[in-house]
Nanobody, 125 residues
Framework: QVPLVESGGGLVQPGGSLTLACTTSGFSSDYSGIGWFRQAPGTGREGVSCINTSDGRTYYADSVKGRFTISRDSAKNTVYLQMESLKSADTANYHC??????????????????WGQGTQVTVSS
């Protein structure tokens, strides 16, 4: 098991910003892909972003491109998701997940073997 702990969720007004953090026990070549997924009530799980912690390559869903930025701090074993210009449509429970080799299938949840408990993001005035 690769423990993953999310933090940073909360309530924010439309147009505001939040930064989520996903802390792991350590990055490794076996689990180099760390992704963020979100799920709103009554909807399916959506891949938001992913980072290859080995080479820094990043991936984004079209719905968040230009507004969200994923990054890693290897010294802290933490992956961040900086979210700006938030919209009500971004309201969801956000989970981070770990997988092995990551590539064009980054947005497929079944590619990930380990999941955090999630953190709620609510965008509302």
């Amino acid at each position: 098991q690769v423990p993953l702990v999310e933090s940073g969720g909360g309530l924010v007004q439309p147009g505001g910003s939040l930064t989520l953090a996903c802390t792991t026990s350590g990055f490794s070549s076996d689990y180099s892909g760390i992704g963020w997924f979100r799920q709103a009530p009554g909807t399916g799980r959506e891949g938001v972003s992913c980072i290859n912690t080995s080479d820094g390559r990043t991936y984004y869903a079209d719905s968040v491109k230009g507004r969200f930025t994923i990054s890693r701090d290897s010294a802290k074993n933490t992956v961040y998701l900086q979210m700006e210009s938030l919209k009500s449509a971004d309201t969801a429970n956000y989970h981070c997940a770990a997988c092995g080799a990551i590539g064009d299938r980054w947005f497929i949840s079944t590619e990930y073997r380990h999941w955090g408990q999630g953190t709620q993001v609510t965008v509302s005035s």
